[in-house]
């Protein structure tokens, strides 16, 4: 079936250092595929998408890259910010489907 | 506008108790999804209703869950005899008439079972 393997965390940088938390994905067909952002005492936040291959999702200077040749979706930021510190949740929703299935979560902590 | 909401906030009861747990969805969504999400883990798909009935109930564990949505708006989920085990955070999402739109989700319930 189809899942989601995210790194595990925490993953603690300094303030402006460059991000990587790698997502890999198992699906059948064409998934689009999300970063979810949890940030304390929040709920969860759509941070970017993408729904076909080599489509880029970004938002708030994170991106993602849709690569199906590596099954993978990492996230990147090229200038953390101590407000960035938050549990990011990879995800998968499957063709035709309404079910996202996710990644166990990375928390980074970014120092000042 | 307002988001998702759900009610409570926090819920702790003793093991074979029932609880109800509530969730606003954002208005005009006619899709809603309830998840469960388990300390250090991802949430976990419980139960999805598109309108007033459950498309797809597959991801409840066993028949001491269930959920209902009458009017199409707001949804109960429910849980009888409640275990231990039943312990955490239990999330909401609305979304709009096409199933693979956004999900927007609340802040969530969080049960603890003592």
């Known amino acids: 079936g189809n899942s989601v393997t995210q790194m595990e965390g925490p993953v603690t940088l300094s303030e402006e250092a460059f991000l990587t938390i790698n997502c890999t994905y198992t699906?059948?067909?064409?998934?689009?595929l999300f970063w979810y952002v949890q940030y304390p005492g929040e709920g969860l936040q759509l941070l970017l998408k993408?729904?076909?291959?080599?489509d880029k999702g970004s938002n708030k200077g994170f991106e993602a890259t849709y690569r199906k040749e590596t099954t993978s979706f990492h996230l990147e930021k090229g200038s953390v910010q101590v407000s960035d510190s938050a549990v990011y949740f990879c995800?998968?929703?499957?063709?035709?489907?309404?079910?996202?299935?996710f990644g166990s979560g990375t928390r980074l902590l970014v120092r000042p | 506008g307002a988001g998702v909401s759900q009610t409570p906030s926090n819920k702790v009861t003793e093991k074979g108790k029932y609880v109800e747990l509530r969730c606003d969805p954002i208005?005009?969504?006619?899709?809603l999804y309830w998840y469960r999400q388990s300390l250090g883990q991802g949430p976990e798909f419980l139960i999805y209703?598109?309108?007033?009935?459950?498309?797809?109930d597959s991801g409840l564990p066993n028949d001491r869950f269930f959920a209902v949505r009458p009017e199409g708006s707001v949804s109960t989920l429910k849980i009888q005899r409640t275990e231990r085990g039943d312990s955490a955070v239990y999330l909401c999402?609305?979304?709009?008439?096409?199933?693979?739109?956004?999900?927007?989700f609340g802040p969530g319930t969080r049960l603890t079972v003592l």
């Open positions: 993408a729904t076909k291959a080599d």
């Open positions: 209703f598109q309108g007033t009935g459950a498309a797809d």
């Open positions: 699906a059948t067909g064409y998934p689009s």
């Open positions: 999402a609305s979304g709009l008439a096409d199933s693979t739109d956004t999900q927007y």
């Open positions: 208005s005009g969504h006619t899709a």
């Open positions: 995800a998968l929703q499957g063709d035709s489907s309404y079910k996202l299935i």
